[in-house]
């Protein structure tokens, strides 16, 4: 997946004693994103409960419509728009590895929590209403989950953990291991990882495209076909990115405006900034500022 500390989604869900958020959300006719791209370390699972919501996870798409719900695992990518504008509403069910087992090198931890987390276990993202016993129970109890006051959780703690745990062990049963080419991918992820923190480094300076496959060595070509397969981006492309996941970050958590902060994610050209923004984000940098993410 590649580096995205920079667009880190900052709020934490829940509490100590119960990490998991819980939101209930409606939008009316007219709205167009939902939420703009982001992501977070916690799991979320989604469902909608009124109208059609285009859902984005990395590069895939999905067509949720009323009773439809989508996994989404730790740091991906998402984001989400109402089809056609018009009215619809989701409840979204947010939480740690550690709401299912404090220690992350448990036994239980390696068998049901780290394999999702690094890929080598892969949960189906798109839930379909209607489409199985499984998904139907997986679907039922999530909504029975985000129907709780998400302000004040404890009274429902046992309920909560019951229902999350029963979630977890079907769609455990129903996923699948990585294939051969997801492990391939995983191998020459951690080749590139030296690309990815200099990247990450000097994305403020101009970066060549022989600096970064200097730093592996290989040849520009084998390095740029990697890269890609890889990544499912160019290192060009790639790099637009971080530098717009920084802008991001600096829109969000920073006053600063927004003529500095394409300088400081490495834009020499505000117009470009704004162009290429528009393009990765969906919104205009200034629209970005104005909307908070959920």
């Not at 139907?136 to 909504?143: F, G, I, Q, R, Y």
Request: with cysteine; aromatic share 12%.
């Amino acid at each position: 997946m590649g580096s995205k500390k920079l667009y880190e989604e900052k709020q934490r869900h829940g509490t100590a004693e119960l990490p998991i958020g819980l939101h209930q959300m409606e939008y009316p006719e007219g709205t167009d994103a939902i939420f703009y791209l982001h992501w977070h370390q916690e799991f979320e699972f989604l469902v909608v409960t009124k109208g059609n919501i285009i859902f984005n996870i990395e590069d895939r798409e999905y067509n949720l419509h009323t009773g439809d719900g989508v996994f989404i695992n730790s740091n991906f990518l998402h984001s989400a728009k109402s089809a056609e504008c018009k009215a619809c509403a989701f409840i979204a069910v947010d939480f740690s590895y550690q709401f299912l087992h404090e220690d992350i090198h448990s036994s239980f931890a390696k068998k049901y929590i780290i394999p999702v987390l690094h890929g080598k276990k892969i949960f189906p993202e798109y839930i379909k209403h209607g489409g199985g016993g499984w998904q139907d129970n997986v679907l039922s109890w999530l909504l029975e989950t985000g129907s709780c006051p998400g302000e004040e959780t404890l009274p429902y703690e046992l309920m909560i953990k019951s229902r999350i745990f029963g979630i977890w062990d079907l769609m455990d049963k129903n996923s699948s291991k990585a294939g051969k080419g997801e492990r391939l991918d995983l191998i020459n992820s951690e080749r590139l990882a030296p690309v990815i923190t200099y990247i990450k480094e000097n994305y403020s300076y101009d970066i060549t495209l022989s600096e970064l496959a200097g730093l592996l060595p290989m040849s520009e070509g084998q390095f740029c076909r990697v890269f890609k397969h890889t990544m499912k981006l160019s290192p060009v492309q790639y790099l637009m990115r971080y530098r717009i996941l920084q802008g991001c970050r600096l829109l969000r958590d920073t006053d600063k405006k927004i003529g500095e902060i394409a300088n400081l994610s490495g834009f020499n050209n505000i117009s470009y900034f704004n162009r290429v923004f528009l393009q990765t984000i969906g919104c205009t940098p200034k629209e970005y500022r104005a909307m908070k993410l959920e």
